[in-house]
Antibody, heavy 120, light 107 residues
């Protein structure tokens, strides 16, 4: 059974940094692309960042480019999102999503989400 | 960036009804279109990929169609568990983009 378990969400002050993790199990993690998708309170879904199976290629939304870094450790079956210079607009539930391709981001499974609150 | 526009934004229907939600892309995305269902407080659930292919375990009451710029999601014989918010998403090119969502409510 595929499972994706996010962690690392927290209350953080504006300008702060936070790293989210997504622990994957139940499939060959190293064979599939992954993404982070967020949802601000009461709002729709917003894609944040994606990474190919090997980690060689990464992609970002303009809203986070230069501030967020996606990475993965295929030996630990874990996806990461390093978030710097956080603002109130980054407040959201962050989901990791598994693609069923090595590079194209067509999602089949989602984690349960982790809440990031940026507030002073 | 490719803009995805869903209509309607909200929809009231009764148990047993058949409903259709549309999604329009601002440029040709071939069939790189997915649909998701989300219930309050829960993670999205993948329903359809490649515009018309059902994800494993998704009942056949859900169906998708379209290519290019115009797509539809049809849900037949609505049951109470189908009332949720539905999103389309294009994965033809980065940045990936979602529609604004369609909230399906019980009449």
């Amino acid at each position: 059974e595929v499972q994706l378990l996010e962690s690392g969400g927290n209350l953080i002050e504006p300008g702060g940094s936070l790293t989210l993790s997504c622990a994957a199990s139940g499939y060959r993690f190293s064979s599939y692309a992954m993404s982070w998708v967020r949802q601000a309170p009461g709002k729709g879904l917003e894609w944040v960042s994606g990474i190919t199976d090997s980690g060689r290629n990464t992609y970002y939304a303009d809203s986070v480019k230069g501030r967020f870094t996606i990475s993965r450790d295929n030996s630990k079956n874990t996806l990461y999102l390093q978030m710097n210079s956080l603002t109130k607009d980054d407040t959201a539930v962050y989901y990791c999503a598994k693609a069923f391709s090595s590079w194209r981001q067509n999602f089949d499974y989602w984690g349960q989400g982790t809440l990031v609150t940026v507030s002073s | 960036d490719i803009q995805m526009t869903q209509s309607p934004s909200s929809l009231s229907a009764s148990v047993g009804d058949r409903v259709t939600i549309t999604c329009r892309a601002s440029q040709d995305i071939s069939t790189y279109l997915a649909w998701f269902q989300q219930k309050p407080g829960k993670a999205p659930k993948s329903l359809i990929f490649a515009a018309s292919s059902l994800q494993n375990g998704v009942p056949s009451k859900f169906s998708g169609s379209g290519s290019g710029t115009d797509f539809t999601l049809t849900i037949s014989s609505l049951q109470p568990e189908d009332f949720a918010t539905y999103y389309c998403q294009q994965y033809n090119s980065f940045p990936l983009t979602f529609g604004q969502g369609t909230k399906l409510e019980i009449k």
